[in-house]
């Protein structure tokens, strides 16, 4: 089975991880590009071939979406089953999870992996239904944290989140009737941060599996930030605390 992935961010980071996985490789016809360019030297020193096409073929590759100048056919990469959680936790003595209930955007979802990866979270928690797919969009968004962040869909989150109780995980979710806000929070130890969708927020037996509801504090007239940049605020609070613990 092989997928597309498209722009320079996240081509140049599956060519670091793995660069085995291309089969592939198109490049607008007349694009002038440095980065690109740089990018090209690196694929073609790993001995992959590079094609040039137009624009409009290109475009159609990508579904419309910005490629800037690159797309690539790869191999799928083997996905985390929900079997590896249990293996993950037991290499991080304090994990720190983030898990996204309900995000069906693949913007959202891609936006998040990248936060996630720089803040160091261990793997991404997604329930299989009503969940974004991983797809070139999603990648494309990410820069590159696709590659590097274990994305791992789950058939039954509440489940899952009981089996994290189970290993001493702190189960925090995010929800704007919470009686206190992350700063008055303690972030620190085996933590999974739970994210819900914009407007639902997160499901009921999400909610009750949770240990404790934060919000964050606003001060403007909006009611509520986007799902990632919630994510960002919440994941860096975290990061915060668990370098002064």
Not at 206 to 219: F, K, Q, S, V
Not at 234 to 242: D, K, T, Y
């Amino acid at each position: 089975m092989s997928e597309i992935i498209y722009g320079i961010h996240a081509v140049k980071a599956l060519l670091e991880r793995d660069p085995q996985r291309f089969l592939d490789v198109y490049i607008m016809k007349g694009r002038d590009d440095r980065r690109l360019h740089e990018l090209v030297v690196e694929l073609e020193a790993n001995g992959i071939v590079i094609q040039v096409a137009n624009r409009q073929w290109l475009d159609e590759a990508a579904e419309g979406a910005v490629h800037q100048g690159i797309v690539a056919r790869v191999q799928e990469g083997r996905q985390l089953q929900e079997n590896d959680l249990e293996g993950l936790l037991e290499q991080h003595p304090a994990p720190f999870l983030l898990v996204l209930d309900g995000i069906t955007d693949p913007h959202n979802l891609g936006a998040c992996l990248r936060s996630a990866d720089a803040a160091g979270v261990h793997a991404v928690i997604v329930p299989r239904d009503r969940s974004a797919q991983l797809n070139a969009t999603a990648k494309k968004v990410a820069s590159g944290a696709a590659e590097t962040v274990p994305l791992i869909r789950v058939t039954n989150l509440a489940r899952t989140l009981r089996m994290l109780k189970e290993h001493n995980v702190w189960i925090v979710g995010t929800a704007g009737e919470a009686d206190h806000h992350l700063y008055q929070s303690k972030l620190t130890g085996p933590l999974a941060l739970v994210m819900g969708a914009e407007g639902e927020g997160m499901r009921r037996l999400t909610r009750e599996h949770c240990n404790e509801l934060i919000g964050i504090p606003m001060a403007g007239s909006v009611s509520s930030l986007n799902v990632s940049v919630a994510a960002g605020v919440c994941l860096f609070e975290a990061v915060r605390q668990r370098q002064l613990s």
